[in-house]
């Protein structure tokens, strides 16, 4: 089957090799738990429905649908945020999760955009390939929740330090989205940048501090 999906906690993940990636991560306890049994509920329905799924155009159209929707809710409710840190409001704090981004752009991936959010972070970016005489094409890759992984370990524990404290700073999973085609990749690209003044944070998207564009 081309799609491949697996569940990692509550999200679908479908991570190919070599691929541009749409993901979004965000902090700890920035939704409600309610939500977040909301959307594991819609999670388990979507599964019986993938099993009873045999064309692989249909899976196809419903994985996209379904992830569409998922990211949806979790980008509104995340930019109205009615409980939960903000920390990334944190000038410090942004700019290690800046850094971070762009420390592994050319190693990992080749870096598109990125948008750090008070409270999650969206990034775009196309896995890089490693030359590998071992391996059997030649060429090895990251993994996204790899990469997204040891980021996040990272950057959370630096601002752990910069706040004085301890404990869980990030949402242990992310959001990640093949982007399919150059249609897809450059409306995925303004999202991201009309991020904070679809949030009122700003009235022109290069007015935000925290946003990177590649042109």
Known sequence: MEDKIFYKRNLPH???????????????????RHIIEELKRENEVFERVILNTIHPLKLKILLNNQ????????????????????????APIAQVVLDAIKFRDGEKYELHAYCIMPNYVHMLFTITRIADSSS????????????????????????????KRTGQFWHRESYDHVVRNHKEFNNI?????????RAGLVNDWT???WSYWKT
Do not use: H, M
């Open 14 to 32: 479908y991570q190919p090799p070599f691929a541009t990636y749409f993901v979004t991560f965000r902090l700890a306890n920035s939704l409600p």
């Open 67 to 90: 992830r569409k929707r998922y990211f949806g809710k979790f980008d509104k409710l995340l930019d109205n945020p009615a409980s939960g840190p903000l920390w990334l409001k944190n």
């Open 136 to 163: 059997p094409n030649g060429v090895r890759t990251y993994i996204v929740s790899k990469i997204l992984q040891d980021l996040k370990k990272f950057t959370a524990s630096e601002a752990n330090r910069i706040l």
């Open 189 to 197: 690209l303004n999202y991201i940048l009309q991020n904070p003044v």
């Open 207 to 209: 007015k935000w501090k």
